[in-house]
Structures are given as structure tokens and as C-alpha cells.
């Protein structure tokens, strides 16, 4: 079974420019997370999708990023402008509908972010 | 939301077991207990999760103190290959939302 695939892999960028990370989780997985992890530090949730509509987003810095997920499938976040603070690691992971205490979420290898 | 409170690093000689601890002092009912663990340069994996009783599975054992405040994750016997940053979670009984990671325990094997 293929896992969750994100693109890029590395991204390295000035501070002002704009970025977009894509992923694409597993087959059939119809909850999707962004998280951002910075050196040293566990991951943070960014957003959290249920097919197409978020279900979490009080993490997201609304002002400078932006992640949709059309059609309930892939997703891509976006960064703009970027600042040096948002270099890091952004991880997509995926997970079936939530069942009750369980439901797993696989994730990917991650987009690592340099911002110079 | 409930937070977890795990040591920063733990050090473990290869084929010894190793405990990892984790207070949630503030758990409620409605919370489980969710491990996960992440080896250098990947993203998280999960390990175990439980709510009331104790659980195994192949890869560890998770031990929840009767008044759920606090739990262990048992690796039986720790291989080379367990060294990583393992994340205790709390996650809502009922709507599985909110699932936030803390800064983990750093745990390295010594040969």
C-alpha cells in the first residue's frame, strides 16, 4: 500500500518569496493534517481537514498560510510571505474517519523549509 | 486541552528493557492515550494507545495507572533501531480532534 507522498522534499527560499507544499495521503484516508516542526521541537497542528472541510485550524498563522483541500483528496499549504521563523520541517498525515479512541494517522516523510 | 509532561531523554543499554513515563495529571474521561514515535530524519510513527486497561501489541506495552494520570510505554527488550523521540498523546474519546504532540523523550540505546 502506497503511503502518504509530499512534494517537495527540500525547498530553500528568501524571506519574503512564497512556497507551496502538496500531499497526497493514503487511499481512502479521508482525514488529512498538516503539522510544522521545527528543529528541536515536536510537531505542531497546523490545520486538520475532514474531506474537504477543516476541522481545526486554531493553529494556522491565517495571516501568512493557507491550506485547502479540493475535492477531499490531495492538499497543498501555502506560505506567503515566508519568514526566516517558518523554517522547518511541514509533515502531512492521514487517517481514516475518526473511530472511537483509535484511528491511526500515517505520515509522511516531510517538506523540510529553508528560508534565507 | 490537556497536556502531557514527559522527561526530556532516557538513555538504555541494547536487549534491556526500557520504561518511558508520561504524566497527564489533567486527563479526562473522555481522553486516550496515544503513543507515537519518530526516528531521526522521518515523521511520527504510532506505537500503542490505550484508555483504561493495559494494552500490548508487537512493537511495545503500554501500563495506565489506575487513576490515569500517569502511564509507561514498555519496550521489551530495546534494539539499536528504537532510538528515537517518543511522544505521549492525549486524544478525545469523542471527537479525536485536537491531536497535539508535546516535546517527547529522546531516547538513545547504547550498544
Known amino acids: 500500500e502506497a503511503g502518504v507522498a509530499q512534494s517537495p522534499r527540500y525547498k530553500i527560499i528568501e524571506k519574503r518569496q512564497s512556497v507551496a507544499f502538496w500531499c497526497n495521503p493514503i487511499?481512502?484516508?479521508?482525514?488529512l493534517y498538516w503539522y510544522q516542526q521545527i528543529l528541536g521541537q515536536g510537531p505542531k497542528l497546523l490545520i486538520q481537514?475532514?474531506?474537504?472541510?477543516?476541522?481545526?485550524d486554531s493553529q494556522l498563522p491565517k495571516d501568512r498560510f493557507s491550506a485547502e483541500r479540493l475535492k477531499g483528496v490531495d492538499s497543498t499549504l501555502k506560505i506567503q510571505p515566508a519568514k526566516l521563523e517558518d523554517s522547518a520541517v511541514y509533515l502531512c498525515?492521514?487517517?481514516?474517519?475518526?473511530?472511537?479512541?483509535?484511528?491511526?494517522?500515517?505520515f509522511g516523510e516531510g517538506s523540510r523549509l529553508t528560508v534565507l | 486541552d490537556a497536556k502531557t509532561t514527559q522527561p526530556n531523554s532516557m538513555e538504555s543499554n541494547e536487549e534491556e528493557p526500557v520504561h518511558l513515563p508520561c504524566n497527564h495529571s489533567?486527563?479526562?474521561?473522555?481522553?486516550?492515550i496515544h503513543w507515537y514515535r519518530q526516528l531521526p530524519s522521518q515523521g511520527p510513527e504510532y506505537v500503542i494507545h490505550?484508555?483504561?486497561s493495559n494494552v500490548n501489541n508487537r512493537m511495545a506495552s503500554l501500563a495506565i495507572a489506575e487513576d490515569r494520570k500517569s502511564s509507561t510505554l514498555i519496550l521489551h527488550r530495546a534494539t539499536l533501531r528504537d532510538a528515537a523521540v517518543y511522544y505521549c498523546?492525549?486524544?478525545?474519546?469523542?471527537?479525536?480532534?485536537?491531536?497535539?504532540f508535546g516535546t517527547g523523550t529522546s531516547l538513545t540505546v547504547i550498544p
Open positions: 498525515a492521514s487517517s481514516f474517519p475518526y473511530l472511537r479512541g483509535g484511528g491511526e494517522l500515517f
Open positions: 487511499s481512502g484516508h479521508a482525514t
Open positions: 481537514f475532514q474531506n474537504n472541510g477543516v476541522v481545526d
Open positions: 489533567t486527563i479526562s474521561g473522555t481522553d486516550y
Open positions: 490505550g484508555l483504561t
Open positions: 498523546i492525549l486524544r478525545d474519546l469523542n471527537t479525536g480532534n485536537q491531536f497535539y
